[in-house]
C-alpha cells in the first residue's frame, strides 16, 4: 500500500550537526529497567526500533562517573573504557537499520544516592538527597566542577568510540547537575556559577562548548532541556527563565530537545494529560533558534505529528511511550498502514519496569522486552506448527490477544464471547474517569482480527462444558476473566470482613454495571492501583460524598510506579473527596464503617450509608474446572488440552493479561524448552 502523501514530510532527511537523521521520528531517552545490566536485552530492543523506521533510536540515561551512582536502578553506565563494548552492541543494532544512535550521560549529583559507589553526592550548594535518603549532597568546590567537565568530555569521547552519532547534554527532569545549576531553589552560591541567571546557566553553557569540541567533529551534541517544571515561581517556567535560557544558549547545541519536569509531568498518563499537551509550554522554542527541535506528547497520530511540522513548532517528533507501544510506527505510516498502529494507551506500565528494577513491558505490545531473551518480533510470528484448530473462549484483553496471534499463526481460530461487546474488563474499565484511551486495547485487537478469514468470532455466545466439548476444537483456552472480591479479602484481611455480606456493600464491578451505592460511602483501597481511584472520582462525580480509607500511606499508592500518585492524590482531594490513611476496615454495620490503626490498632469508626470494597479479584475459572475435572469427556470431544490463561488463572494487570494470551499463541506447537526454559544474561568474570 502506498504512503499517503500527506505524510511525505515525516519522512524527509533532517540534518544535525555533522550527521543526518533519515526522517523526522526520533526516539528520545527512555529507561526499560535493563540498562548496564542487560545490555544484549538492551541492544535487541532498540534495534527493534531502528528496525520499526525511528531515525533517531537513543538510549536511556547514562551515568558517567561513580560519584553519581543510581543503584539499584538498571540505567546506562559509561564510567570508564570497559563499559564501552556494552553500549557498542546497542549501536551497532540501531547502525543496521540504518538509524542514528544517540546517548544521554547523565549525572545527577544531589538527586544520585550512591548506594553502590559509597560516594557522597554532590551538587551546586548543601542540600539533601532524594528518595528520603538519611544524606545529604555537599557543595561543589571549583576544582569539582572542573572534575565534572573532564569526566563529562571524557564519557563523550567513550560515547564516540562506542559508536554514537548523538551525544547529549542533559539539563531536565530535575535529575541532571547542570539543571540543578539553573534552579534558585537549589543553587544558592555566590561565585561565577551562582546569582544571575547568566551565572547558573555557565556550566550549561561550558558542557555544550567542551563536548563540540571533543566529538563535534562527528558527533551532533544534543540538549535536552525542561523549559518549565510546572511549579510556579518556585522553578523555570515557560514565561520566564526557562525561555530565557533557550534565547541565551540558543545557537550553541546543534539540537533542542524539549520538554516539561519533572519525569510524572515530562510524561503524564492519558487519565491526566491529552495527546500533545506539552505543546502549550513548549511551542515558543523553535521560534527562538535555526537548530532542529524535538519535541513529545505521547503522539501516535500521523495527522498531528505533520501539523507539529507545518506549524514550525518541531522538526522531530520525538517519542518514548508510543515507540514503546509500537516500534514499527514510523513503518507503517510509511508503508500506507496508519490503521495497523499498536497505539499507546498512556498506562505507564513501561515506566513501572524502570521503578521494580525489571525488564520494561508494555500493555499493548507483549513484545517489549522480550526481543532478546524470547526472540519475539512485535511484527513477525512464526507460522502454524500444525493443523489443531483452536476455541478461545473469552474476548477480554487474553482472550482478544490469543485469538489475534494465533490468527496470525495461520491456526483456525473461534472466538467465543458471553456478551455482545468485545474487550471484557478492557471495555468496562475504559468507561471510568480519564481511562477511555484504555480503549485502544481492545480496538487494535478487535481491527486485526477482522482482517483475517481464519479467525471466526462469536458474539452473545456463553458456554458451558458441554458447549465446550461439542465445538470440536483440539485446543481450548480458558480466558474467562475474573471478578471483584465483595467479602474484603485482600492484602490486610486474609479472611471475610465482618459485615461485607450486607446490601449495601458493592464492589468495583457493581459501579460499573451501573449500579451507585447511597451518600455518603466508603470506598475501601486494599488494592492499591488504579482502581480505587478512579472508583471514587466516578461517584464523586455523581454526586456522593466518598471517603477513602486505606491501610496504606494513600490512595492507590501503586501508582508511584506509574508516576500518577500525586496527580490522583491531587484529584481527589480537589474533588471533595476525605483521604483515611493507615487504617483498616474491621468491619460494617450497614451504616458505619470500624476501623483500626494499621500500626496502634486504635479504634474509629466512620459514618456511611454504603461501601465499595476494592480489595482483590477471584478468577472466573469455574468453566475450566469443569472441563479438566472430567478427563473422558475431553477425550471422548477429541480436546488435546485445555488451558486457563490472564486473569481466569490469576488476575493481573491488562498488560499482564495480553502478555498471557501472546505467550500462549507463540508457544503453541513450540519447541520442549528443556531444563534451560528461561534465557537470560550473565556476569563474565574478565579478572
Not at 553502590?116 to 539533601?128: D, I, L, N, T, W
Not at 572534575?147 to 535529575?175: N, P
Amino acid at each position: 500500500m502506498a504512503r499517503d502523501p500527506r505524510y511525505d514530510v515525516l519522512f524527509e532527511p533532517v540534518k544535525i550537526g555533522p550527521v543526518t537523521a533519515r526522517n523526522r521520528f526520533y526516539q528520545v531517552p527512555h529507561c526499560n529497567g535493563m540498562g548496564h545490566a542487560m545490555p544484549r536485552s538492551l541492544a535487541a530492543m532498540r534495534g527493534m526500533k531502528a528496525e520499526g523506521g525511528w531515525g533517531v533510536v537513543c538510549t536511556e540515561e547514562v551515568e558517567i562517573h561513580a560519584k553519581s551512582d543510581i543503584s539499584p536502578f538498571h540505567e546506562g553506565r559509561l564510567w570508564d573504557d570497559g563499559d564501552i563494548g556494552g553500549l557498542a552492541l546497542m549501536t551497532d543494532a540501531v547502525h543496521k537499520h540504518g538509524s542514528l544512535a544517540g546517548i544521554e550521560l547523565q549525572f545527577h549529583g544531589p538527586t544520585s544516592d550512591n548506594h553502590y559507589s559509597r560516594e557522597v553526592a554532590m551538587g551546586p550548594s548543601h542540600s539533601v538527597v532524594s528518595n528520603y535518603e538519611p544524606a545529604q549532597a555537599r557543595a561543589m568546590t571549583k576544582a569539582d566542577i572542573r572534575d565534572y567537565r573532564g569526566w563529562h568530555r571524557k564519557a563523550a569521547l567513550r560515547a564516540r568510540e562506542a559508536g554514537f552519532d548523538i551525544v547529549y547534554v542533559y539539563a531536565g527532569h530535575d535529575l541532571a547537575l547542570p539543571h540543578h545549576f539553573l534552579q534558585k531553589r537549589r543553587n544558592h552560591r555566590t561565585d561565577e556559577y551562582g546569582g544571575s541567571l547568566e551565572n547558573r546557566a555557565r556550566l550549561l553553557r561550558e558542557l555544550i562548548v567542551e563536548t563540540k569540541e571533543a566529538v563535534g567533529d562527528t558527533c551532533a551534541v544534543a540538549v535536552r532541556f525542561a523549559v518549565d517544571e510546572m511549579m510556579g515561581p518556585d522553578g523555570m517556567t515557560a514565561e520566564g527563565e526557562g525561555r530565557e535560557v533557550i534565547e541565551m544558549l540558543a545557537e550553541l547545541p546543534d539540537l533542542w530537545d524539549v520538554n516539561v519536569s519533572d519525569w510524572p509531568n515530562d510524561s503524564q498518563t492519558s487519565r491526566f494529560s491529552e495527546e500533545g499537551f506539552q505543546e502549550r509550554y513548549i511551542g515558543f522554542v523553535k521560534k527562538l533558534t535555526t537548530k532542529p527541535v524535538v519535541v513529545v506528547g505521547r503522539y501516535t497520530s500521523p495527522d498531528a505529528m505533520v501539523s507539529l511540522v507545518k506549524r514550525g513548532i518541531a522538526d522531530f517528533i520525538g517519542a518514548a511511550r508510543p515507540s514503546i507501544a509500537d516500534p514499527f510506527l514510523p513503518k507503517k505510516i510509511e508503508e500506507g498502514r496508519p490503521d495497523d498502529i499498536r497505539e499507546c494507551i498512556g498506562c505507564n506500565i513501561c515506566v513501572s519496569g524502570d521503578y521494580t528494577i525489571t525488564p520494561i513491558r508494555c500493555t499493548q505490545n507483549p513484545t517489549m522486552g522480550e526481543e532478546w531473551r524470547k526472540g519475539w518480533h512485535p511484527e513477525i510470528i512464526t507460522g502454524k506448527g500444525s493443523e489443531t484448530s483452536v476455541l478461545v473462549v473469552g474476548a477480554g484483553p487474553a482472550g482478544l490477544e490469543c485469538a489475534r496471534a494465533l490468527g496470525q499463526r495461520g491456526y483456525r481460530v473461534s472466538l467465543a464471547e458471553a456478551g455482545e461487546a468485545l474487550g471484557g474488563r478492557v471495555t468496562l474499565e475504559s468507561k471510568l474517569p480519564g481511562l477511555a484511551a484504555w480503549g485502544r486495547v481492545r480496538d487494535y485487537r478487535d481491527y486485526q482480527i477482522g482482517k483475517m478469514t481464519n479467525v471466526e468470532v462469536f458474539r452473545a455466545s456463553r458456554m458451558g462444558a458441554a458447549e465446550v466439548c461439542e465445538f470440536g476444537a483440539a485446543e481450548v483456552v480458558i480466558a474467562t476473566g475474573a471478578t471483584w472480591r465483595r467479602d474484603g479479602v485482600g492484602r490486610q484481611h486474609p479472611f471475610p470482613v465482618p459485615g461485607f455480606d450486607r446490601p449495601n456493600v458493592l464492589t468495583p464491578d457493581d459501579i460499573m454495571a451501573g449500579r451507585l451505592p447511597p451518600s455518603p460511602v466508603v470506598v475501601y483501597d486494599d488494592d492499591h492501583y488504579y482502581m480505587a481511584g478512579v472508583i471514587a472520582e466516578k461517584l464523586r462525580a455523581a454526586g456522593i460524598a466518598v471517603t477513602v480509607v486505606t491501610p496504606a500511606y494513600g490512595v492507590s499508592v501503586w501508582t508511584t510506579n506509574t508516576l500518577e500518585f500525586k496527580a490522583i492524590q491531587g484529584r481527589l482531594l480537589k474533588l471533595g473527596v476525605e483521604i483515611v490513611a493507615h487504617r483498616e476496615i474491621t468491619a460494617f454495620h450497614g451504616d458505619r464503617v470500624e476501623t483500626a490503626c494499621v500500626h496502634s490498632e486504635r479504634p474509629s469508626d466512620i459514618a456511611c450509608a454504603g461501601l465499595v470494597t476494592v480489595t482483590s479479584r477471584l478468577p472466573e475459572d469455574s468453566l475450566y474446572q469443569a472441563l479438566v475435572g472430567d478427563s473422558a469427556a475431553l477425550k471422548a470431544a477429541g480436546i488435546a488440552r485445555v488451558t486457563a490463561i490472564g486473569d481466569c488463572l490469576a488476575p493481573g494487570t491488562i498488560a499482564a493479561a495480553v502478555y498471557a494470551g501472546h505467550r500462549y499463541a507463540r508457544e503453541l506447537d513450540g519447541p520442549d524448552l528443556g531444563d534451560v526454559p528461561f534465557k537470560r544474561e550473565r556476569v563474565a568474570l574478565t579478572g
